[in-house]
């Protein structure tokens, strides 16, 4: 198994490997760096994001389901199963942020005109104004979060995190 690069700094999965190598020096647990890196990068942004949500008093998913019905344009209008399939969660779990979400004022459930048997979500006015003031500020904390990191790093982790999301999605 190969060792860190010199080029860098020692990290907490670099401790994981190296007790990997030291109880199963058979194994080659290579592939572990990458996937703990990502999953110890994602949990670490999510604590980030979850906190910055919480100054205007959301959390993660409430932001991603306002900033979904946003991103559809006027009149921000989607199935629940369309909002289901873009946030990856499951229609039980949808169906109970729904009525988070409609109980907080900021979105409302429509008759579908396509389908009488269902629903739409739109998001309303108080939603609308709130995930237009919000986006601001994550894109700020996001600006801040990858800040860190020279504008060619962050280029190239764009360009390699882009290549295994669509390896990842076309063997799904």
């Given at each position: 198994?190969?060792?860190?690069?010199?080029?860098?700094?020692?990290?907490?999965?670099?401790?994981?490997?190296?007790?990997?190598?030291?109880?199963?020096?058979?194994?080659?647990?290579?592939?572990?760096?990458?996937?703990?890196?990502?999953?110890?990068?994602?949990?670490?942004l999510e604590q980030r994001l979850e906190?910055?949500?919480?100054?205007?008093?959301?959390?993660?998913?409430?932001?991603?389901?306002?900033?979904?019905?946003?991103?559809?344009?006027?009149?921000?209008?989607?199935?629940?199963?369309?909002?289901?399939?873009?946030?990856?969660?499951?229609?039980?779990?949808?169906?109970?942020?729904?009525?988070?979400?409609?109980?907080?004022?900021?979105?409302?459930?429509?008759?579908?005109?396509?389908?009488?048997?269902?629903?739409?979500?739109?998001?309303?006015?108080?939603?609308?104004a709130l995930i237009d003031q919000v986006?601001?500020?994550?894109?700020?904390?996001?600006?801040?979060?990858?800040?860190?990191?020279?504008?060619?790093?962050?280029?190239?982790?764009?360009?390699?995190?882009?290549?295994?999301?669509?390896?990842?999605?076309?063997?799904?």
């Open positions: 198994m190969p060792k860190p690069s010199l080029s860098r700094l020692p990290d907490s999965v670099d401790a994981i490997l190296d007790q990997w190598r030291r109880e199963r020096p058979d194994l080659d647990a290579s592939p572990m760096g990458p996937i703990g890196r990502l999953q110890r990068c994602a949990a670490l906190a910055s949500f919480a100054h205007v008093g959301l959390s993660l998913w409430e932001f991603d389901m306002l900033a979904t019905l946003r991103r559809a344009g006027a009149p921000y209008r989607l199935s629940p199963t369309e909002l289901f399939s873009t946030l990856m969660v499951t229609s039980g779990t949808m169906t109970h942020r729904l009525k988070q979400l409609e109980k907080r004022g900021f979105i409302a459930r429509l008759p579908n005109p396509q389908d009488a048997r269902s629903l739409l979500v739109q998001l309303n006015d108080a939603g609308l986006v601001v500020l994550h894109i700020e904390n996001e600006r801040r979060i990858l800040s860190e990191l020279p504008a060619d790093t962050q280029a190239g982790l764009d360009t390699h995190l882009s290549a295994l999301l669509l390896a990842l999605e076309q063997s799904s």
